[in-house]
């Protein structure tokens, strides 16, 4: 029988992929088999909803991902606009310079500018329309995504949206089998379980929300175990709303 976890309040045990002695090319193993699990488990697709519901009908738009890792949420989003006739300008930050090495490695075609920075340290002379993250945000501290969700709301021109985990103890044992039966990066197979117990439930997003005082956002429950929430500035006809 499996272990117990009180998952009632997020875990802030810190992941292994947090400390800065983790070689690259592990943290490369591990990047790739998240892009795996991204793409079979629907992570990409809610990505591509996040987007899509701020794109609108524009067809000329400039992306910006925080935790961009090694580029492949854009690169996503970058294949959706060449089949969809939209010109996509991207933004990738990381705090890791590999990580931005490797981006720049794997990604050379796209039309993006990559920087290797702490996102809140960016200062930008046009904002981008959309500034999002995928995966990010169970890093850090409720208190830390307070400011945040503030910056990301600051610093864009149209919106934001984010793609992270809902924490639940299904979804915890299930990524803990997977992930020891399929991995083979001991990074995802400590980490993955761990980020589950890290993630979130509706109503910490909802505070998080609350006393960062941003009203006009959605938070949608996604397959499989995910929320996406979309900030938008708020048209002047346009109530703010939570559901």
């Known amino acids: 029988m499996l272990p117990q976890i009180n998952l009632r309040k997020r875990s802030y045990q810190k992941e292994l992929l947090d400390n800065d002695a983790i070689p690259f090319e592990d943290i490369r193993i591990n990047m790739r088999e998240i892009n795996t699990i991204n793409k079979w488990l629907g992570g ?10 701020l ?34 300008k991207c933004t990738g930050i990381d705090i ?20 290797a920075n702490d996102y809140q340290k960016i200062q930008f ?17 409720n208190e830390e995504l307070i400011e945040q969700v503030k910056w990301m709301q ?25 992930t020891r039966t399929f991995s083979s990066s001991y990074l995802v197979k400590s980490d993955a379980p761990l980020s589950v ?5 509706k109503n910490e997003w909802l505070q998080i929300f609350q006393q960062a005082g941003l009203k006009n956002f959605t938070i949608k429950w996604k397959w ?20």
Request: with cysteine.
């Open 154 to 178: 600051q610093n864009c021109a149209l919106g934001f949206f984010v793609n992270d985990l809902q924490r639940n103890r299904f979804a915890y044992h299930s990524i803990k089998i997977i």
């Open 125 to 141: 002379k046009i904002k981008p329309d959309i500034i999002f993250s995928s995966l990010f945000c169970h890093h850090f501290t």
């Open 96 to 115: 890791k310079q590999e990580c931005i090495d490797a981006a720049k490695t794997k990604y050379k075609n796209l039309n993006a500018e990559w920087i």
């Open 197 to 201: 117990a890290r993630g979130f439930y």
């Open 224 to 243: 499989a175990f995910r929320y996406l929430i979309i900030y938008q500035h708020a048209h002047p006809l346009q109530s703010a709303k939570a559901d």
């Open 44 to 53: 990409h697709k809610i990505t591509l909803d996040g987007f899509n519901k």
């Open 55 to 88: 794109l609108g009908n524009k067809k000329s738009i400039h992306v910006c991902e925080i935790g961009c890792g090694d580029g492949n949420n854009l690169f996503v989003i970058s294949n959706w606009c060449n089949k969809n006739g939209v010109d996509l």
